[in-house]
């Protein structure tokens, strides 16, 4: 069998579970004989499986079940014994007697210590005698990351183990447990679990599955939506048939391939995709207009504001998603992003200074997102991000203005729309700048309690009232500050999960995800399907899948507009301490 795509050594280390479906004859090769090694040294290893040479695994007795895997950089000693469909995630620690029923799940960072010494006074602590009555975990548990499960615990069937905890007693079937030391909060089976009820009769049905089928599901017609929003007679994409042809609905095309064919769409090369978006930027000031209402070529850009700036919306979204299908296609910008090149500081906080965050905050986070992309593409090209000073005080204008009290940037509520611009001009504008460059978001517990509070909001995620901007613009902020608080961390995931299941029942066959119902003032291109729509709520269902804690079962990660790793990191144009962060609970 031949990988589908070359990928380095390396690559399985981290990601496993792409082992049997994208690994060469060559690694194949290599995986065998490290396979080969360890059953001559007694090790009993099922179908399917794989061990990292990365790993250290040095067992007295290891048995592993089939379509099984430990990953790079775990630490596995003692008496190993796994059921089928078990994984061991990077950096995961398991020593001593440790015992695993089918379908365990080991989240990356955690221990389970069979054993333990004593510590009586009488002797040095490295002269104690060992003990080991040994861990034993049930079928179809969930260990979460950072957990750490002692000496003698006892885990039931069906649990599931909230990140961060650390389990010093035996925990009940089904239970879903979190904290330090951790206490059954709720029994999985119950309607306000993750995703909603699960099966008496185990994991099958439940949101991993549901998600994996999905993925499937998707995958299988992603060829044929591409096709649905190309005309050949212009050579252009249109979100859906009937729409008009626009820069982003090309854009939306390169992300949907990327994520579900993890190739370029077909309709044109890579080369002949990059050059045609590549020629649709202005050289002067390198924004990308929309394309002509003939569809002929691009159209033409206002005139500039006294500030040197280019008010075009439309323009200020395309820095972004042509910045990013180009990087799909593995090429660049032809021109540096100049209006941003051009601003000096002083405009720069003058503008920040006169955007609407009182009354359209969401506007107001989007221009930052522009200005902070295009300061990134700028890097990429090796110019200037902007004038001298101005990457500085776009963030430190950021750390002073943040209201503590809600962790963001505006009005905190308004009758009329509760905190809809507040939380949507959040997402836009840490999306560009702290996301983007790989800071820490300031006050990242009042974050999550703001967006708690209006992703609760029926006027805007009750069942059928969603779409896809409020959705995103709740899941990113919850993800972006999860990496950094657990703070009330259950709620987030019951959240994600809630929306996740109803985000899945949204695909329509042959036509992929409409945005949604309207949004305010009856934004977003509707509830019809098309490639705007279904790149969205593609990497919403990640986002929320990841929240939930099943993300590996889509075998798709965003690497677009909506990736969630750091794009730029120039620690050295940023102030070392700009933003004040709050890390208490």
Request: proline letters at 7%; hydrophobic letters at 40%; one cysteine or more.
């Amino acid at each position: 069998m031949n990988s589908d795509s070359s990928v380095d050594d390396s690559y399985f280390d981290y990601c496993p579970w792409d082992f049997v479906r994208r690994a060469s004859d060559e690694q194949r090769a290599a995986q065998a004989a490290l396979q080969k090694r360890l059953t001559a040294g007694g090790a009993s290893l099922g179908p399917r499986t794989f061990v990292s040479p990365a790993a250290g695994v040095f067992t007295d007795v290891l048995r592993l079940g089939g379509n099984s895997y430990i990953a790079g950089h775990a630490y596995v000693t003692g008496e190993v014994t796994t059921g089928a469909d078990c994984t061991v995630n990077p950096y995961a620690t398991m020593r001593g007697r440790i015992t695993l029923g089918d379908g365990v799940r080991i989240g990356a960072h955690s221990s389970l210590l069979g054993f333990n010494h004593g510590f009586a006074p009488d002797r040095p602590v490295h002269r104690q005698p060992l003990t080991s009555k040994g861990i034993t975990v049930g079928d179809d548990v969930w260990i979460g990351s950072n957990v750490v499960v002692l000496d003698g615990v006892s885990i039931g069937d069906h649990c599931v183990v909230g990140a961060g905890a650390v389990v010093t007693k035996d925990l009940p079937p089904w239970s879903v447990a979190a904290g330090n030391p951790a206490r059954p909060l709720r029994d999985r089976r119950d309607q306000g679990a993750v995703g909603g009820p699960v099966p008496q009769g185990g994991p099958k049905g439940g949101l991993g599955d549901a998600v994996a089928r999905f993925a499937d599901r998707a995958r299988s017609q992603a060829a044929g939506l591409l096709a649905r929003g190309w005309n050949g007679d212009t050579g252009r994409y249109s979100d859906r048939p009937g729409a008009p042809e626009t820069v982003r609905a090309h854009c939306d095309a390169v992300e949907i391939a990327d994520l579900l064919l993890r190739s370029h769409p077909p309709q044109l090369s890579p080369s002949e995709h990059a050059e045609r978006l590549r020629a649709l930027q202005d050289p002067t000031s390198g924004l990308v207009p929309e394309l002509a209402s003939d569809g002929g070529g691009p159209g033409v850009l206002p005139a500039p504001a006294s500030d040197g700036w280019i008010d075009d919306g439309t323009a200020e979204y395309h820095v972004l998603s042509v910045g990013y299908a180009l990087d799909l296609l593995e090429s660049r910008f032809a021109h540096p992003v100049h209006v941003v090149r051009r601003m000096t500081a002083d405009r720069l906080v003058a503008r920040l200074d006169s955007l609407p965050w009182r009354t359209r905050a969401w506007s107001a986070g989007a221009w930052v997102d522009c200005w902070a992309t295009g300061a990134h593409r700028n890097l990429e090209l090796g110019a200037e991000a902007g004038a001298p000073g101005t990457l500085e005080a776009l963030f430190g204008w950021l750390g002073t203005r943040v209201d503590p009290w809600t962790g963001m940037w505006g009005e905190a509520a308004s009758p009329a729309a509760g905190r809809l611009q507040l939380v949507n001009g959040y997402y836009r504008l840490t999306r560009g700048s702290f996301a983007q460059f790989g800071l820490q978001v300031p006050y990242p517990e009042r974050v999550v309690d703001t967006v708690l509070a209006h992703g609760r909001d029926p006027r805007w995620f009750a069942a059928g009232r969603q779409n896809a901007c409020n959705v995103l613009d709740v899941a990113h902020p919850l993800w972006l500050a999860g990496q950094q608080t657990r703070h009330r961390a259950a709620e987030a995931r019951a959240w994600a999960g809630e929306q996740l299941a109803q985000a899945l029942e949204r695909w329509r066959d042959g036509a992929g995800f409409g945005f949604g119902p309207p949004g305010e003032g009856g934004s977003g291109p509707g509830r019809d399907p098309g490639l705007q729509g279904t790149e969205m709520w593609l990497a919403i269902i990640w986002l929320l899948a990841d929240l939930a804690g099943v993300a590996d079962r889509l075998d798709y990660r965003p690497r677009g507009v909506h990736r969630p790793e750091a794009a730029h990191s120039p620690v050295s144009r940023i102030p070392a301490q700009p933003i004040p962060i709050d890390n208490s609970l």
